[in-house]
Each structure stands twice: as C-alpha cells, then as structure tokens.
C-alpha cells in the first residue's frame, strides 16, 4: 500500500475492506488497488472485475457502488457512511468466488 501514497483515511478504508473481506473468505491477493488520477483509488478483482471506486481526498469525496441494476454514485458523504458501504462492494463481487 505504501506505492499508493495512501493518506490516513484511505489507509483505513483499505484496511477496513481487506478485513471484511478476509471475515467473509476472501482472499485478500486476488485485489488490486490503482489510483485514478490524483484522488480516486480503484478496487478490482483478479486484477480484472472491478468492484469500486473511491474518492476521499478534495472538497468533494465519493464512492462508487456497482450492483447489478447499474452504478451509484455517493457523493460528500461521511467516511462511516462510505464504511458501511464496504459489504455492498462485497455483494456485488461474490458471483465471482471466494
């Protein structure tokens, strides 16, 4: 994660999804994270599924959720708000396998 230049709250928010993901048996090598830009990190499965994107940097933050009826954007919302979001990230990546 250091090659990020992760900031505080988005090493937290890695750390947070990496330990959901290992409580639901995830494992945690199959995730690849990119920066997009200068802010938005980019969550991605086998290098290949994307599941999320993230932006906690800047004035505005946001957090993508891909779910089967299309992407949301949430846009200024809490870190605990985005937090709570983690398990919708997870939803939408188990068709996929563990």
Partial sequence: MTELNLNDLEHTFVKTLFST????GYDTNR???????????????DGLYQFGRIKLNGRVTKMQIISGFGVTWYENET???YISQIPK????INPLGK
């Fill in 21 to 24: 993901l290992k409580s639901s």
């Fill in 89 to 92: 990230w997870i939803k939408y």
């Fill in 79 to 81: 870190f605990d708000f």
């Fill in 31 to 45: 995730i690849a994270i990119n920066r997009k830009g200068k802010d938005i990190l980019n969550f991605q499965l």
